[in-house]
């Protein structure tokens, strides 16, 4: 995990710093959004993202948006069709 860890935070690094204080990527929320949501979803369980506010944050607010719980749910449906 440490050999993990020293990769990822350079990049929470610099995608802490891009956000900032914007609510999105690149302005509006966009599909790019989607997609980092859901990588950085995956942070979630380590305590990494914690450790970014603005980026827990961010997650918080992807994942309140419809547009992400669709796309989540249809990678689910994908992923596992006995649950759908």
Known sequence: MPLVEGRVRPRMDQLAAR?????WLDGAFSAGDILMVSVL???RSSGILDEYPN???????GEARS???RAFAA????????AG
């Open 41 to 43: 979803f995956r942070l």
């Open 19 to 23: 956000l900032g204080e914007a609510d």
């Open 67 to 69: 547009a992400y719980q």
């Open 55 to 61: 980026l827990a944050a961010y997650v918080a607010r």
């Open 75 to 82: 990678q689910l449906a994908i992923n596992n069709p006995s």
